[in-house]
């Protein structure tokens, strides 16, 4: 009878890097790496089918899966894991080694062993990385980029070759033409290879927006010109002008969109140059509505906000409405447009998703939200009858849910 010890390339990783691996926060790559050279793949040993053992012990046996039927196949396909983590090589590449088997068998097999892993791991290695922190998608790296550059015709690739050469911008228009520079632009910069872009033609007409030495007449002259989002957007970019929202944060004021236009009549009446640019978007109902950017000079910016500070009728605006009901105390707390913006996720929709029902604030036996939170080890706060947390600290805040439904017996 073969030895139940198997050999599998994870060992000496796993004993070499013991248990310091940090997850990294969110879904990623690197959480799968770290995984398996954490310390959760030790010497493994699988119990061969006619050996009666205590399987509970994870540190010495690793069952095998049931569609697995011998050692060879287990060890092939552990290899195919390790070669898809740590080498530069394809699903494909990884498939005409071992027999060629499709991308997708290949794919169905990395992920199948992942897990097999996970539910054989010890638990702490299971709670430090969960299985939803694992990002199956493989990063390219700069040899396969080139590969696919070569599949697609070698484009990117050539585009490089001449960058590298010296090549001016001028240079690849003739020799390319816009279309394939564009379409280069975005996998070059993968790469680390800035293409040179021109300047754009409407920047020369309101250059002067930035000139201090301009009087209100002539920045209001320049400001009434911009009449399209597009040059909007372009002149926010270059810094040349800035809307009203962000001045009225900047100013330490807590106001809804709806009501910027109240502070834009606030800053009329000090004769401060501004216009506004009307947008078309469409609303959850896939209706159309139009909305108004209140913007101002970017070199008005300071008197703005001194203006805003020292207007003691909107002192009412000033008390920051959100509050934080748990976590680490600190000592900014986040405006509500940022709470709902996609930096923040929902509490409430994170623990339905957990126990697998709506949660509506209160469960069974008188269980409300601040129960299950309690002894949150992240920042919890709550704003417009609603609780939210930074979506880069979901893992451990939902680690920490999980394990309170349980002390409760929720789940």
Same mark, same amino acid.
């Given at each position: 009878?073969?030895?139940?010890?198997?050999?599998?390339? @994870?060992?000496? /990783?796993?004993?070499?890097?013991?248990?310091?691996?940090?997850?990294? /926060?969110?879904? =990623?790559? /690197?959480?799968?790496?770290?995984?398996?050279? =954490?310390?959760?793949?030790?010497?493994?040993?699988?119990?061969?089918?006619?050996?009666?053992?205590?399987? &509970?012990?994870?540190?010495?046996?690793?069952?095998?899966?049931?569609?697995?039927?011998? @050692?060879?196949?287990?060890?092939?396909?552990?290899?195919?894991?390790?070669?898809?983590?740590?080498?530069?090589?394809?699903?494909?590449?990884?498939?005409?080694?071992?027999?060629?088997?499709?991308?997708?068998?290949?794919?169905?097999?990395?992920?199948?062993?992942?897990?097999?892993?996970?539910?054989?791991? /010890?638990?702490?290695?299971?709670?430090?990385?969960?299985?939803?922190?694992?990002?199956?998608?493989?990063?390219?790296?700069?040899? =396969?980029?080139?590969?696919?550059?070569?599949?697609? *015709?070698?484009?990117?690739?050539?585009?490089?070759?001449?960058?590298?050469?010296?090549?001016? $911008?001028?240079?690849?228009?003739?020799?390319?033409?816009? *279309?394939?520079?564009?379409?280069?632009?975005?996998?070059?910069?993968?790469?680390?290879?800035?293409?040179?872009?021109?300047? +754009?033609?409407?920047?020369?007409?309101?250059?002067?927006?930035? +000139?201090?030495?301009?009087?209100?007449?002539?920045?209001?002259?320049?400001?009434?010109?911009?009449?399209?989002?597009?040059?909007? $957007?372009?002149?926010?970019?270059? #810094? $040349?002008?800035?809307?009203?929202?962000?001045?009225?944060?900047?100013?330490?004021?807590?106001?809804?969109?709806?009501?910027?236009?109240?502070? =834009?009549?606030?800053?009329?009446?000090?004769?401060?140059?501004?216009?506004? %640019?009307?947008?078309?978007?469409?609303?959850?109902?896939?209706?159309?509505?139009?909305?108004?950017?209140?913007?101002?000079?970017?070199?008005?910016?300071?008197?703005?906000?001194?203006?805003?500070?020292? +207007?003691?009728?909107?002192?009412?605006?000033? %008390?920051?409405?959100?509050?934080?009901?748990?976590?680490?105390?600190?000592?900014?707390?986040?405006?509500?447009?940022?709470?709902?913006?996609?930096?923040?996720? &929902?509490?409430?929709?994170?623990?339905?998703?957990?126990?697998?029902?709506?949660?509506? #604030?209160? *469960?069974?036996?008188?269980?409300?939200?601040?129960?299950?939170?309690?002894?949150?080890?992240?920042?919890?706060?709550?704003?417009?009858?609603?609780? @939210?947390?930074?979506?880069?600290?979901?893992?451990?805040?939902?680690?920490?849910?999980? &394990?309170?439904?349980?002390?409760?017996?929720?789940?």
């Amino acid at each position: 009878m073969r030895s139940p010890e198997v050999s599998t390339p @994870f060992q000496t /990783e796993a004993l070499n890097y013991g248990q310091n691996q940090n997850p990294v /926060e969110g879904k =990623s790559f /690197e959480n799968l790496q770290s995984f398996v050279i =954490s310390g959760t793949v030790k010497p493994i040993k699988v119990a061969p089918g006619d050996e009666k053992s205590d399987y &509970s012990d994870r540190r010495i046996y690793y069952t095998l899966p049931k569609n697995k039927t011998t @050692f060879q196949n287990q060890d092939r396909d552990l290899g195919m894991l390790y070669t898809y983590l740590f080498e530069e090589k394809t699903l494909e590449d990884i498939g005409k080694e071992n027999g060629n088997l499709t991308r997708e068998a290949v794919r169905q097999i990395i992920e199948a062993r992942v897990k097999d892993l996970h539910n054989g791991a /010890e638990e702490w290695a299971r709670d430090q990385f969960p299985l939803e922190s694992f990002d199956f998608r493989k990063p390219f790296t700069l040899t =396969s980029r080139q590969k696919f550059s070569e599949i697609q *015709g070698g484009r990117s690739n050539n585009i490089a070759k001449r960058l590298a050469e010296g090549a001016t $911008l001028d240079d690849l228009k003739k020799e390319f033409g816009q *279309g394939q520079i564009a379409r280069s632009r975005v996998a070059l910069k993968n790469r680390g290879i800035d293409i040179e872009r021109e300047k +754009n033609p409407v920047l020369p007409r309101f250059e002067g927006l930035g +000139n201090p030495e301009a009087t209100n007449d002539e920045i209001q002259a320049l400001l009434d010109k911009i009449r399209y989002p597009r040059e909007y $957007l372009l002149l926010k970019k270059s #810094g $040349l002008v800035v809307d009203v929202t962000t001045v009225t944060r900047k100013a330490g004021l807590h106001l809804r969109s709806n009501r910027i236009g109240l502070i =834009s009549e606030s800053l009329a009446k000090e004769l401060l140059p501004q216009t506004k %640019v009307a947008i078309i978007i469409k609303d959850k109902d896939g209706k159309e509505k139009t909305v108004y950017y209140h913007i101002i000079a970017t070199i008005h910016e300071p008197i703005a906000v001194d203006l805003l500070q020292s +207007n003691r009728n909107l002192d009412i605006f000033r %008390v920051n409405p959100v509050s934080q009901i748990a976590g680490p105390k600190e000592e900014k707390l986040p405006n509500t447009s940022k709470l709902v913006s996609e930096e923040y996720g &929902s509490l409430g929709s994170l623990i339905g998703e957990l126990i697998e029902s709506r949660w509506g #604030g209160m *469960g069974k036996g008188g269980i409300n939200t601040a129960d299950i939170i309690k002894g949150s080890p992240v920042e919890i706060y709550y704003a417009k009858r609603r609780f @939210f947390y930074r979506n880069g600290q979901e893992i451990q805040l939902r680690q920490h849910i999980q &394990s309170r439904l349980r002390e409760l017996g929720i789940i």
